[in-house]
């Protein structure tokens, strides 16, 4: 099947700094790739589609520069989070589109970011 | 405004008897429907899905209805195994008419079998 990396699995930070959290798809190219955040106990909710050369388009009430995704070639997506908060404080997991159909969306394992 | 619904937050079955997983939406733009599992730290993995212009898809254990007129679906796994513990999501996805691909999840249900 195909393998989505996330690094780092988790991190710890101190408020006001900018944490960057790598998505990468090892044995296929992606076009798209997708951000979601999870709270604990809660859904996943999507936070922006990254599309490969082209500016990330952020769901309603994602602050885009605060979560600054870049998606600078067709296996590799950044998100960098700016001046992070304790309130950023959560479990960050990207997804790849490995073919142009919603089944073929593969979810790295995650990164627990955690703020101090 | 939460778009898709899973109104169980924990599930708990014995060895060999029937999981029955639902989920419930409000969007009648939602057209596709997945059912994902997810082990804590890790991301979620696909397990089975289903088109709107379709009421059932079985894949092994794994079988996956829908009542569009309810706005309901649900997964049912028989036998259920220990392996099976789990959080299980529900998505939907509106792939036409709409942003294709986005997917919309559930609060997940955490289906522990025992043995």
């Known amino acids: 099947g195909a393998v989505v990396s996330q690094h780092p699995s988790r991190v710890i930070c101190k408020s006001g700094t900018s944490v960057k959290i790598e998505c990468r798809s090892l044995?296929?190219?992606?076009?798209?790739m997708f951000w979601y955040r999870q709270f604990p106990k809660q859904s996943l909710m999507l936070m922006a589609t990254s599309n490969e050369g082209s500016k990330a388009t952020y769901e309603q009430g994602v602050e885009k520069d605060k979560f600054l995704i870049n998606h600078a070639s067709l296996t590799l997506s950044t998100l960098t989070v700016t001046s992070a908060h304790p309130e950023d404080s959560s479990f960050y997991i990207c997804?790849?589109?490995?073919?142009?159909?919603?089944?073929?969306?593969?979810f790295g394992p995650g990164t627990r970011l955690t703020v101090t | 405004d939460q778009q898709v619904k899973q109104n169980s937050p924990s599930l708990s079955v014995q060895e060999g008897r029937i999981s029955i997983l639902n989920c419930d939406y409000t969007n009648s733009m939602f057209d596709y429907f997945l059912w994902y599992k997810k082990y804590p730290a890790e991301g979620p993995t696909f397990l089975i899905s289903i088109s709107s212009i379709k009421d059932k898809n079985e894949d092994g254990r794994f079988t996956v209805f829908l009542n569009k007129s309810a706005k309901h679906l649900s997964l049912h796994i028989v036998p259920s195994q220990p392996g099976d513990s789990a959080v299980y999501f529900c998505a939907a996805s509106a792939r036409y008419g709409g942003a294709t691909n986005k997917l919309i999840f559930g609060t997940g249900t955490l289906l522990a079998v025992q043995p």
């Open positions: 997804s790849a589109l490995r073919l142009a159909g919603v089944s073929e969306q593969y």
């Open positions: 044995d296929f190219q992606a076009t798209t």
